[in-house]
């Protein structure tokens, strides 16, 4: 996704703060949300990680049109930098579509190749990467949830309106509005002692 303009700024990152409000209302609101966070509740730093990956990806490629903008990308380079740090999320800026959600802090790595569309759900130990060093990319649809654990490898093709369930390695292209979840043969065996 390549932000371009102001307004397509401000559209992206209404799109991603509808499940962060408690960080976009007035200050009074994000200081008591602060104060008061548990470790599961708090989420500042991931909406700081998504909030400076958007101005990376706007001022990307305003740097190019104009030096000025120059300063501000390197800025919210290195604030993203130290959030990604802080929540362990290697998402490269322009493969997540608007409407990017995290709920929780954990490691994350989405390679810079790989594409997802709108509205995407992410939890901690997501893996989107490539078989080998010159490998395709994951193309990831919109509205799709991937749950913890999930490793996406290669060219996969993921249609929209897709649920993947926890520890699911995915390597195989999946049609829109599938449920995927990962199948055990549990074996039990009974030892006499």
């Given at each position: 996704m390549t932000i371009s303009c102001k307004e397509a700024l401000i559209e992206c990152l209404k799109a991603d703060s509808k499940n962060y409000k408690s960080q976009v209302h007035s200050w009074k609101d994000r200081l008591k949300c602060n104060l008061t966070s548990t470790p599961i509740s708090e989420q500042k730093h991931i909406w700081a990680y998504i909030k400076h990956m958007r101005y990376v990806e706007y001022y990307s490629t305003m740097k190019d049109k104009n030096r000025i903008y120059l300063f501000p990308y390197l800025y919210h380079l290195k604030m993203l930098r130290k959030e990604s740090?802080?929540?362990?999320f290697q998402i490269e800026p322009g493969t997540c579509g608007k409407g990017l959600?995290?709920?929780?802090?954990?490691?994350?790595?989405?390679?810079?190749?790989?594409?997802?569309?709108?509205?995407?759900?992410?939890?901690?130990?997501v893996l989107i990467g490539q078989k080998t060093q010159h490998g395709g990319n994951a193309i990831i649809g919109s509205n799709v949830f991937i749950g913890s654990g999930t490793k996406i490898i290669g060219a996969v093709k993921i249609g929209d309106n897709v649920t993947i369930g926890q520890n699911c390695v995915i390597v195989k292209d999946i049609e829109e509005g599938q449920t995927v979840v990962m199948n055990h043969n549990l074996r039990i065996i009974n030892r006499k002692e």
């Amino acid at each position: 996704m390549t932000i371009s303009c102001k307004e397509a700024l401000i559209e992206c990152l209404k799109a991603d703060s509808k499940n962060y409000k408690s960080q976009v209302h007035s200050w009074k609101d994000r200081l008591k949300c602060n104060l008061t966070s548990t470790p599961i509740s708090e989420q500042k730093h991931i909406w700081a990680y998504i909030k400076h990956m958007r101005y990376v990806e706007y001022y990307s490629t305003m740097k190019d049109k104009n030096r000025i903008y120059l300063f501000p990308y390197l800025y919210h380079l290195k604030m993203l930098r130290k959030e990604s740090h802080i929540t362990g999320f290697q998402i490269e800026p322009g493969t997540c579509g608007k409407g990017l959600t995290i709920w929780h802090w954990g490691s994350i790595i989405v390679n810079g190749g790989a594409r997802l569309g709108e509205n995407c759900t992410l939890y901690p130990g997501v893996l989107i990467g490539q078989k080998t060093q010159h490998g395709g990319n994951a193309i990831i649809g919109s509205n799709v949830f991937i749950g913890s654990g999930t490793k996406i490898i290669g060219a996969v093709k993921i249609g929209d309106n897709v649920t993947i369930g926890q520890n699911c390695v995915i390597v195989k292209d999946i049609e829109e509005g599938q449920t995927v979840v990962m199948n055990h043969n549990l074996r039990i065996i009974n030892r006499k002692e």
